[in-house]
Nanobody
Framework: VQLQASGGGLVQAGDSLRLSCTASGRTSSTYGTGWFRRTPGKDREFVAA????????YYAQSVQGRFSISRGNSKGTVYLQMNSLKPEDTAVYYC??????????????????WGQGTLVTVSS
């Protein structure tokens, strides 16, 4: 599975962005897709995740109510709609797939395939 995150950019606080995670090689065995973010000097942080079997969604408390994760009609694309952006949302955002429910959905170690990140910068 090859993943590519896109849609990042420079926005002002309060603005919205929609990130896309496109995939090639994703199969029916894919269990879920997650979004993580990383800022300099910090560990990778869970943002949101969605299941491919039951469309369950999960969010970090810091983005609950502002971000929304969804799937496209095919298994190709997962979206992260980010509203009411804050300067603390500034980070490189990555998407990742996991093949099985091994480990907590909020842990990066539970994911098996990672894409290149996309930079989101929110100015105050």
């Amino acid at each position: 599975v090859q993943l590519q995150a896109s849609g990042g950019g420079l926005v002002q606080a309060g603005d919205s962005l929609r990130l896309s995670c496109t995939a090639s090689g994703r199969t029916s065995s894919t269990y879920g897709t997650g979004w993580f973010r990383r800022t300099p000097g910090k560990d990778r942080e869970f943002v949101a995740a969605i299941g491919w079997r039951d469309v369950s969604t999960y969010y970090a408390q810091s983005v609950q109510g502002r971000f929304s994760i969804s799937r496209g009609n095919s298994k190709g694309t997962v979206y992260l709609q980010m509203n009411s952006l804050k300067p603390e949302d500034t980070a490189v955002y990555y998407c990742a797939d996991r093949r099985a429910p091994t480990g907590p959905v909020r842990m990066s170690e539970s994911y098996h395939f990672w894409g290149q990140g996309t930079l989101v910068t929110v100015s105050s």
